[in-house]
Structures are given as C-alpha cells and as structure tokens.
C-alpha cells in the first residue's frame, strides 16, 4: 500500500485517500500557435513510463485537498522524496 | 514431436506417465535470425506461430526474460468474449474468439475453451440503455448477443443477490453466449510447442538490455544472453514495451498498471457463467477446478509491482461478497498482479514503429489475453509484409499524431 504524508497538512494518508496525478514534466507547449503535430502528440499522448525511479503528482485528495510532487519507486512503492508544488522540500 | 490423442494419452498412462518428452525443445541460440520476438507471453508466440505458418518464416527467435507462462499469460483472469462497440475493434476481438474456436484443433493442445457465456450485470435504467445500444451496435457488426430480464438472470445465477435490498439491484443483463474462459496456461504452452515444432527458437530466461542499429533500422538485439543479430523485430511485451521502445529510440502512449485478480479455495460447481457487474466493477468465474477467479479495476496509479495489494483486494472482495452472500466463509487461496499497459483510447497498438524494422503489438490494456490469436496473427504480417494487416491499419501507432483515436473506453465502457 502506498503511504505519504502530504507536504501541506503534514498527514499520513495511504493510496485510498490520494488521488494520483501522472507523471512530471508533462509540460503543455508553451506557445501552442507554433507547436509542431509532434510537440502536440508528445505533449497530449506520450508518457516516459519509467520502471524505477518515478517523479509524480499527488493530491491529498481527502484531505486538505492540495496538489503535490512525489518521487516513487514504481515496482516497491518506497516514496524517496515530497516536495510541495512550488518544489520546497518538507521533511 | 509426439501427437497428442487418445491412443497416446492411453498408451501413457499405461506406462505410469513417465514417457512424456518435453513439450519444447531448449534450443542453442543462433547468432542470427530472420526474426526475433521480444517477449514469451501469447502475443509473442502466437506470432511466431502464425510467422511459421502463415507466412513459412521459421528462423525465428522468441526471447523471453523470464519463463513461459510468468508473465501475464499466467496472471489474467481467462476470459475471452468480443462484444466490443466499434466495427474495427470488433474486428480483431472477434477474429480472436474465432480462431481461440478452433485452437484446440489447430494446435493439436487442449486448450480447454469453455464458452459457458459472459454475462454483464444490468443495475439501473441508465445501464440497460447503454446495454441496448451495445447490442445494436453489435448486431450491426454481426456479433450475436442478448439482453435477458431479472427473472432469467435469477434463474441462471441463482446464488446471485437479487434481494430488494441488495446495494445494486439487479434488472438484467446483457449476455454473450460465446463468451467464457480458457485454461491459460495451455494457450501458450500449446503456442510454444507448435511453434516448436515449426523450427521457432523458443529462449527463456533471456532479457532484451539494448540494440544495435545502423541506418534508422535495427541489426542486432543486445540480451542477458549475448548479441543476436536480426532481420526483423517484433515487440510484443504489454506492461513493458515502453522499456524496449525507450532502448529503440522511440516513445510510446503507454502507462503501465498493476491489474490484480485472486482465487479462492475449490468449491462445488455452483457458478456457470462469467459475471461482470459495472457497478462494483468486479469480474467472477468459476474454475473447471471449482476455484472463485476475481478481479476488479486496475489500480490507479503507474505501477510494475507484479503482486496483489490489499486495498484492493479488500474492494474486490467487498463486492464480491456483496455480489454474491454465499461466498462470504469462502477462504482466499492466492493474490497477484500483472503490469497492464494502458493507452489513452484503451485500443491496442499494432504495426510498424519509427524504427524501421521493428514492429509492435501492445496496448490491449487489461484485454490482452481475450486477443492472444489476433494479436499474433496481425503482428506476424506486419513482420512478414513489412506493412500493417488491414485489420490493424487503423490501429497504428500514428493515430495519436492524426488524432483518429479508437475510443473503446468511452464506447463500450470497458474497464481498461
């Protein structure tokens, strides 16, 4: 079971309370007129999908409801590091 | 190879069943082949199959990184049924469910084809609508299949909680005869020996770590095992394709997932069909052993821990129970999970990749194993004709840079 204390309300909530957001870094193109189809497809579609190492979002969804980076293992579940969305680093 | 028969089964058994050869020989890898398959499941060796069959392409390698039947071949839950909602999904499911018909026959392996109906649960008005437009659309496409009332779904799952107060009431179901389940373990034993028994180098315990390319193409695959050189690639490994295409050079729509199921102690035949409910999303058969087989949603985030978690064992169970009260004494025997790979229109990839001799079969999502036959049939002629098979041109993986998704998930409100 994934358990993380959230960097906001600073409580422990496990994967039932949490709502999983999807990878980081999935940036939408910063200037959309000139985006090219492939830009737009790797932006809409493709995912880095990593078996290891994970950075992520996360939102203490049952909880105070706030949006935040988690880095996890993707086969063991350990969570390495919590940063709150503005990536200062709590605990 | 020795046949599988009667006369041999009973020649066999007269000698204490101890004659029996290996079903696949465990063959010296060559330093070159036409073709070489990534991954040992279904996909792969149905392709290998259909490589050798169809297409009389036998020097032919299928690697698989851990052993036949390990992977998710050995942890879905063995239904097959094609009720899917466009005409061009239909297509393939269906394809599949007809050649898993005649598999038995074709493979010379009894593959245990048990089409006692798929029946998925109709809960409220708003279900039974998009039940009737399910079986228009499946009518239309030539799918036979029904809509039955309450008192017939009483009458054929008479364990069923059909009580007043039941948490979701039952008001019918929409059921497909054809469906059922398969003993999963022979479809890709039998597979593997057939494709054996064509000239297919069937290599376990060899994991793909890198390629060799020159000129936008692949030469050589790099495995646990040492450089093999290679005419073609074909991909067929689900919840880890994006692993090889981040080796290729290429990225894939793929998140992948932990999907769990789980299976009681044997219990006397009590339960004749596969019975799906939308509204706890949980999926139940009975086993020709008499074992519970469950499972439900996959879990939500990305995920390769191949193993069962007990949030959502807890859930399945829940509605399991709820489901069906008489099996709450019912003792849990096992959990597990295989790693899933979901796409964003929950409909497979299938064809070339940028690389330009490698080919993909991925995307099934949690509906890998209904598909086993049709996957290996269209992956095996994309490597054969270096061109998709009509049947998957518009399953490629250029459609999400077109923009001409097969929505499957919205469509038939598939729970992948």
């Known amino acids: 079971m994934i358990v993380i204390r959230c960097p906001y309300c600073h409580e422990q909530k496990t994967e039932e309370e949490l709502t999983y957001g999807g990878e980081l870094g999935v940036t939408r193109p910063l200037d959309p007129e000139s985006a090219s189809d492939t830009e737009w497809t790797d932006y809409l579609f493709m995912r880095t999908n990593r078996k290891g190492l994970h950075r992520e979002y996360w939102c203490c969804s049952i909880g105070c409801g706030q949006w935040f980076k988690v880095t996890r293992h993707t086969i063991t579940h350990e969570v390495t590091e919590i940063n709150r969305s503005d990536d200062s680093v709590v605990g | ?90 297509a393939v499911y269906d394809l599949a469910l007809r050649l898993y018909e005649e598999l038995a026959k074709d493979l010379n392996f009894n593959i245990m084809l048990s089409q006692r109906g798929w029946m998925t649960l109709i809960h409220d008005q708003h279900q039974l609508e998009s039940a009737q437009h399910k079986m228009n659309s499946l009518v239309c496409n030539g799918i036979e299949a029904q809509i039955i009332g309450r008192e017939e779904v009483r009458r054929m799952i008479p364990t069923l909680n059909m009580s007043a107060n039941a948490r979701y009431p039952v008001i019918g179901a929409f059921r497909q005869k054809r469906g059922g389940t398969i003993r999963h373990d022979a479809v890709v034993w039998g ?37 093999i050189g290679c005419g073609a690639v074909g991909v067929a490994a689900a919840g880890h394709s994006s692993l090889i295409a981040d080796m290729a050079g290429f990225r894939l729509p793929v998140t ?10 044997p219990l006397k035949p009590l339960l004749n069909h596969v019975v799906f409910s939308p509204s706890t999303g949980v999926y139940i058969n009975q086993t020709q052993k008499g074992e519970l087989v469950m499972g ?51 409909s497979p990839i299938l064809g070339p990749t940028p690389v330009g001799n490698m080919h993909i079969n991925c995307g099934w999502g949690s509906g890998g194993f209904k598909a086993i036959p049709a996957g290996g049939l269209l992956l095996a002629c994309s490597l054969a004709t270096g061109k998709p098979h009509p049947l998957a041109l518009k399953f490629g993986l250029d459609r999400f840079r077109s923009n001409r998704l097969v929505d499957e998930s919205a469509a038939a409100g598939s729970a992948h």
């Open chain 2, 296 to 346: 439900s949603a996959r879990d939500l985030y990305a995920s390769y821990g191949q193993r069962g978690t007990f949030p959502t064992i807890e859930k399945t169970i829940t509605a399991v129970i709820e489901m069906f009260p008489i099996f709450g004494q019912t003792r849990l025997m096992r959990h597990w999970a295989g790693i899933v790979d979901i796409v964003p229109d929950s």
């Open chain 2, 191 to 227: 597979y593997a020996r057939a494709a054996d028994q064509l000239g297919v180098h069937i290599v376990q315990d060899c994991e793909v770590i890198g390629f060799e390319k020159a000129g936008g193409s692949i030469t050589a695959v790099k495995t646990s095992r040492g450089r």
């Open chain 2, 1 to 90: 190879m020795q046949r599988y028969s009667f006369f041999n089964l009973a020649r066999h058994a007269l000698r204490g069943n101890t004659t029996y050869t290996p079903a696949w020989h465990q063959p010296k890898l060559k330093p070159q082949y036409d073709v070489v398959i990534i991954g040992g499941g279904g996909h792969g060796l149905a392709t290998a199959y259909y490589l050798a069959k169809n297409y009389g392409i036998t020097n032919v390698a299928v690697l698989e990184k851990g052993w036949i039947g390990g992977g998710n071949s050995g942890r879905n839950t063995t239904n097959v049924r094609s009720d899917y909602m466009f005409p061009e999904s239909v």
């Open chain 2, 256 to 265: 992948s997932h932990c999907l769990q199921a789980m299976v009681s102690e």
